[in-house]
């Protein structure tokens, strides 16, 4: 899977993700309501795109998931895809057939019918352009598509892929019409049809206006009468102030740990704000490049394990918004385990010390830390110098930081220029493969000149034939017992998803999840 913009940007704060919302489950039927007041929404990130074939990067995905249907969708609370545009869908030939059923009355909201014509077309579409932003990749795994009539689509697979479900249930899934859309070219009128619960009514690189789509069939009961998203590119102080002045009723994605802690450690009553907190599987790693000359040596790597003090971190960086994170597959999905503490424990200077010696290595370790500023999350500088601190005191590493322009750094990593640097990941769908395959697969997006035969060949391609994710587990704990004994990247921390908000609004706690779907019929404004 190649590089893409969803594990480029960071999430409003980061902590441990607590377990997941025990919600209800997706509330059924195909009213949708909708007469509630309209919500205000303000947010730091940008809309990247208004084309599914195009977006991969979490504001463009909060368009998708509110204006396009999927096949499948994920429920709140919920790790685990149900049927959604579709009626029901299954595998057969071994996970290497999926074929779904249309639920009856599908409409787009220009009133068109939604039919096994433009499934096709949608997936096909994406996997045409291949836009570099986009989410092909994703769907890579596609070998053809048939629309047998005009209520059944079938996806014949190149190799066995058991998480298909949860891929197509992503904003990769999107289903377009295929009067409005060109088979072959990417839509740049700042437009979007699609059968979703809402239709987009306006775009500008600083607003996007949302209304109740009565043509939606679906799952989802719309809580207000439309969403009118404010967009600040970044800037966090100006989302704050337009909270605190009552320019936008929710704040999300985009304060920093202090704004966050700052606000859940003050009272609030007499402000009419409210801190509200989900789960979350978004994480970010320390990568090590296997061939740089320094941190290629497996010592040196080890000594870094021993020494990085997670909690110091998530309490000095993060403010307590963060909680430690000593595993490939987050808390909250099947297939987590504890492997790099398990192997390294607590921070140990007495081991760092052993694990150089133990390499041949007897004088301070030069080395340097890799950042750039805010694209991983404001505070991303500060971790790294910590983490330099960190080393330099246990008289081991002579460690500095330097923090690049995203663009070079990128150039850098991929010429092979960095031993250590910093990496966050926005998650696809909520599954172990979408923390592995990427990191340890072919063509990883790590860019860390890391392989193992094991994991690519045999470990990877056997979980990902198998329908059963929960019997996934052990093969997942192998992955990660390997990665923690070769050590080309260090998981740091998971995170949190926060949304503040007036105390007149309900609801947010059922759009912050780690299936990342922030979903605007959930938001009710009292």
């Known amino acids: ?94 996970s290497k057939v999926y074929t779904c059923t249309l639920r009856e009355g599908l409409k787009f909201s220009n009133g068109n019918p939604l039919t096994s014509e433009d499934v096709k077309f949608s997936f096909e579409r994406a996997l045409k352009i291949a836009d570099p932003n986009g989410p092909a990749p994703l769907l890579s795994s596609i070998a053809s598509i048939e629309a047998p009539d005009e209520k059944t689509v079938v996806f014949k697979l190149k190799v066995p892929d058991a998480t298909f479900p949860s891929k197509i249930a992503s904003g990769a899934g999107s289903i377009v019409d295929h009067r409005e859309y060109a088979a072959d070219a990417l839509r740049t009128d700042g437009k979007a049809v699609g059968s979703g619960p809402y239709k987009l009514d306006s775009f500008s690189g600083t607003e996007a206006v949302f209304s109740a789509n009565e043509s939606y069939q679906g799952n989802a009961k719309r809580k207000n009468g439309g969403v009118t998203l404010k967009l600040y590119g970044g800037d966090r102080e100006a989302l704050s102030k337009a909270l605190s002045a009552g320019d936008v009723d929710v704040a999300y994605r985009g304060l920093s740990a202090d704004d966050i802690a700052a606000l859940e450690n003050s009272q609030n009553d ?22 740089d000359p320094v941190v290629g040596k497996l010592g040196v790597r080890k000594a870094i394990a021993h020494l990085v003090d997670r909690e110091a971190l998530v309490q000095n960086v993060y ?172 998981p740091l921390w998971q995170g949190k998803q926060y949304a503040v908000a007036r105390d007149t609004v309900t609801g947010l706690e059922w759009t912050l999840d780690a299936s990342t779907v922030f979903r605007f019929w959930e938001i009710k404004k009292g």
């Open 270 to 291: 007499d402000k009419g704000i409210q801190v509200v907190q989900g789960s979350s599987a978004e994480v970010q790693h320390m990568v090590f490049n296997v061939k």
């Open 1 to 94: 899977m190649k590089a893409h913009n969803k594990w480029l940007t960071a999430p409003l704060a980061a902590g441990l993700a607590a377990a997941l919302l025990s919600g209800c489950g997706t509330e059924q039927g195909g009213d949708s309501g909708g007469s509630g007041a309209a919500v205000r929404v303000g947010m730091s990130d940008e809309i990247q795109a208004t084309d599914p074939a195009a977006g991969y990067d979490p504001g463009s995905w909060l368009l998708f998931n509110n204006v396009f249907q999927s096949l499948l969708a994920f429920p709140k609370g919920a790790s685990e895809p149900e049927p959604e545009a579709a009626d029901k869908c299954g595998f057969s030939a071994g």
């Open 319 to 490: 403010k307590s918004t963060a909680t430690p994170l000593y595993s490939i597959v987050p808390a909250g999905i099947a297939g987590h385990s504890t492997s790099f503490f398990d192997t390294y424990g607590e921070p140990d200077a007495a081991k760092a010390k052993k694990a150089l010696r133990d390499a041949g290595i007897k004088d301070k370790v030069k080395l340097t830390l890799w950042s750039t500023p805010n694209r991983f999350g404001p505070s991303t500088d500060q971790m790294m110098d910590a983490i330099a601190a960190q080393l330099n005191d246990s008289g081991l590493f002579d460690a500095k930081v330097e923090s690049v322009p995203f663009e070079q750094y990128e150039k850098d990593i991929a010429a092979g220029k960095y031993g250590v640097y910093v990496r966050g990941w926005v998650p696809d769908y909520p599954d172990a493969d979408n923390f592995t395959s990427p990191f340890f697969g072919d063509d990883n997006v790590l860019g860390n000149r890391y392989k193992n035969a094991l994991i690519t060949g045999e470990l990877l391609p056997a979980v990902a034939a198998s329908p059963d994710r929960s019997e996934t587990g052990s093969t997942y704990t192998k992955v990660q017992d390997l990665v923690a004994d070769e050590l080309p990247l260090l």
